[in-house]
């Protein structure tokens, strides 16, 4: 017995050489180096480089968590097994990315399906301060829930078609839907009540919403809907009325995002992406895909989403004060790369982009069997996610869009991907009735959870983390938690 334990711990140990050092230098991922170059023994673990680069980055007595990359593989064992060519002859850059120093537990267990929609429930979202939860329904009603007694607050009437996307502004203070009807409504999700009527000029239905993010506008009141009329209209939500109508696609326009920088993407069935300055300016046009662009995610998302909300709960007094906490957080997350855009096609494939420097893509990224339904950057921006109806989910290089991983489980088209804030899990919803949440450090099935009796459509993990929130055809909500 003792013997075959002895022979397994041999089998795990990897054939170090005999005290050898190699000479690296820790870089960040911006390229600037970091302290001098150092002799490091080759069995150097990440905790090992974690405990060094805080002391050479004075943090010793607020010690940061980070990963290490030598050339865009991790460091997870040590520094000899992940090297790819094995010498101690040559130098190595290990390049570090900060992790998120709060921890997200993985939600276990259901702590409430509720019901009230009367026809699939085709949306979900969280608030951006995570006190709130909307859903979109085919019923032509939104709904608010209380998240503290997990019970329905308000219904939110007024639409005549399938409410098919809801979006709430950055600072929490309007909800806004867009539906079948071929109208944007605008609510007050405090009172349930609508703010005027239904915002029309669409002549067609509105398939995607993107408000102004908050560090350039804490007013939080300019808001783009996206049409199968070929469109894409900016509003003014104070007003209520329209600014400019974007026009040049030949074909529906799938999915519109607003960018830090204030230039705003759309997608189209035309095969292009589109990007605009805030005045409705054409300014490039990105080519490539062979077929409808379905869905579009910039590396920035987690953190436009959330503006000046983050983990901690610190609440902003004025209106200025929330504008630097969102620009800070802007620019913490971006770093001083240009804000980066994938996109995914019924062609199979994704671009990876840097429409700020460059119209041509970074990278085409192939793997998918099937159409690409959904992508989604994790919060740090080191990570995308897509979901396909080929039954996968895979992982991409968030810095260069290289394949890291396929993750295998679903039996069906898995429709939306959603991180945790943390960026350390992943969570699927799938035709065939599960959400999972996968681990992304060992890439498989942490969480299997059934309860759904009918495809999920949609899935949302709260900015907090403390909470994820799914809906589909069987018409119920269900909250998850710890």
């Not at 405090?190 to 560090?215: M, N, R, V």
């Not at 049409?227 to 040049?248: A, F, G, N």
């Not at 607003?258 to 292009?272: C, F, H």
């Not at 199979?348 to 420097?357: G, H, L, Q, R, Y």
Request: net charge positive.
């Amino acid at each position: 017995m003792a013997s075959r334990q002895k022979r397994k711990a041999a089998a795990v140990v990897e054939e170090l050489p005999a005290s050898q050092n190699v000479i690296a230098q820790f870089k960040s991922v911006d390229g600037e180096s970091t302290g001098p170059p150092l002799n490091l023994p080759v069995n150097a673990t990440p905790d090992q480089l974690e405990m060094l680069l805080n002391q050479l980055m004075n943090t010793s007595d607020d010690p940061q968590p980070y990963s290490f990359y030598i050339e865009e593989t991790e460091i997870t064992k040590n520094l000899w097994s992940d090297m790819k060519t094995k010498s101690t002859e040559e130098s190595i850059t290990i390049v570090y990315q900060p992790q998120a120093v709060f921890k997200v537990r993985a939600v276990t267990r259901c702590s409430s399906t509720l019901s009230g929609h009367t026809e699939a429930i085709l949306s979900v979202a969280f608030s951006p301060d995570g006190t709130q939860l909307a859903t979109g329904s085919g019923d032509t009603t939104v709904r608010i829930w209380d998240l503290n007694t997990e019970t329905p607050q308000h219904t939110l009437k007024g639409h005549k078609g399938w409410v098919l996307y809801i979006a709430w502004a950055p600072d929490g203070k309007t909800l806004a839907s867009g539906s079948m009807d071929n109208t944007v409504r605008l609510w007050d999700p405090k009172s349930g009540k609508a703010l005027g009527d239904g915002l029309k000029g669409h002549t067609k239905w509105i398939t995607c919403l993107a408000w102004e993010p908050y560090h350039l506008n804490p007013k939080a009141n300019r808001l783009a809907s996206s049409s199968k009329d070929h469109t894409v209209r900016v509003w003014d939500t104070s007003m209520r009325r329209m600014i400019m109508s974007i026009s040049q696609h030949t074909a529906a326009v799938t999915c519109v995002k607003w960018g830090g920088e204030g230039l705003i993407y759309t997608a189209s069935q035309d095969k292009t992406i589109k990007v605009w300055n805030s005045s409705g300016v054409l300014v490039k046009t990105l080519q490539g895909h062979g077929h409808w662009v379905n869905t579009l995610a910039l590396s920035t998302d987690f953190v436009l989403r959330t503006g000046p909300y983050d983990h901690t709960g610190k609440r902003f007094k004025t209106e200025e004060e929330g504008m630097k906490m969102a620009l800070e957080r802007y620019q913490a997350a971006k770093g001083k790369q240009p804000e980066r855009l994938v996109s995914g096609s019924d062609d199979f494939t994704m671009f990876f982009w840097e429409p700020e420097a460059n119209k041509k893509p970074l990278a085409r990224l192939t793997g998918h069997q099937k159409l690409v339904n959904h992508v989604s950057f994790s919060p740090d921006g080191r990570l995308i996610a897509s979901a396909s109806f080929d039954n996968s989910v895979k992982l991409w290089d968030g810095q260069s869009g290289k394949f890291i991983a396929s993750l295998r489980g679903h039996v069906g088209p898995v429709y939306q991907v959603c991180w945790s804030s943390d960026s350390r899990m992943l969570i699927s919803s799938s035709k065939d009735t599960t959400l999972k949440i996968w681990d992304l450090k060992t890439q498989k099935i942490k969480l299997d959870l059934p309860g759904h009796l009918d495809e999920v459509f949609s899935v949302d993990w709260s900015p907090g983390g403390d909470k994820v929130a799914s809906g589909g055809k069987d018409r119920q909500l269900k909250v998850w938690r710890h």
